[in-house]
């Protein structure tokens, strides 16, 4: 997007927005057009297929020429107002304020999640994406250790919703949603939201008989029972051994 067009909205030449694509085209073109409706314009960057998340992140840092970023992934469909509204929220937040985040929707868990981020770039560039199995974490972790902030709104108000996340799953994508989200609840004692989900699940699959309720239930059994992985972010390109196997005794519709 630039402003080299009759377009009338509004042009944020101070903020940059990347979006991360693992080549998801669904869940992609439907992202892409949300942002192509925006309120606003503004420089629209895409990481594509960049791999492990941690140096997907590390080239926002690393490419981005404007005071604020904020960072899409794919799955997140924003609503209208998003990018403006988290850009009039950084600029009103105090100097120490690095990282605002905002909730989305989640499709699939059915509640309000964290959530869709607008950076300071010339401060966050100093502390680097390491990678670990959560490298945002490590990040807010060593950056606030600094002095630095991370504003949030409360999940509990539903007008500070910025759009929708994970409307698009797959069968194997949702498997691996879950599978990530226990493994990361088991080794980091975090994300806590998901241990009910455990039971929901199962209980959702034996109501819908679904396909991909199934795997979302399969998911989580397999990041509660397996092994927990090394401590370091996944790499979509590699084949996870664990749904394959799943897949032959419970082949796709």
Not at 120 to 134: D, I, K, L
Not at 238 to 246: F, S
């Amino acid at each position: 997007m630039s402003p080299g067009n009759a377009d009338s909205r509004e042009y944020l030449s101070d903020t940059t927005v990347f979006v991360t694509t693992i080549g998801d085209e669904t869940n992609f073109q439907d992202c892409l057009e949300k942002l192509r409706a925006q309120t606003v314009r503004f420089p629209l960057v895409i990481i594509d297929r960049v791999a492990p998340m941690a140096a997907a992140f590390q080239q926002m840092l690393d490419q981005c020429q404007t005071k604020w970023y904020v960072q899409v992934d794919e799955d997140m469909i924003l609503y209208p107002h998003a990018i403006a509204e988290l850009r009039r929220k950084i600029t009103a937040a105090a100097p120490e304020v690095v990282i605002y985040c905002a909730p989305l929707w989640d499709c699939d868990a059915e509640m309000h999640l964290y959530g869709v981020k607008i950076y300071r770039t010339a401060v966050v560039r100093r502390f680097p994406y390491a990678n670990t199995m959560s490298c945002e974490t490590d990040q807010v972790t060593r950056l606030t250790a600094q002095g630095f902030k991370v504003e949030v709104h409360t999940l509990e108000d539903p007008a500070g919703c910025l759009g929708e996340h994970g409307k698009h799953y797959t069968p194997a994508t949702i498997f691996k949603r879950w599978q990530r989200l226990f493994q990361k609840n088991r080794a980091l004692h975090k994300n806590h939201w998901v241990r009910p989900y455990a039971k929901s699940l199962l209980e959702r699959y034996a109501r819908t008989g679904s396909t991909l309720h199934l795997y979302a239930a399969l998911g989580a059994i397999a990041g509660i029972t397996g092994e927990l992985p090394p401590d370091r972010e996944l790499d979509f390109r590699k084949e996870n051994e664990v749904l394959e196997r799943l897949m032959t005794f419970f082949p796709l519709d």
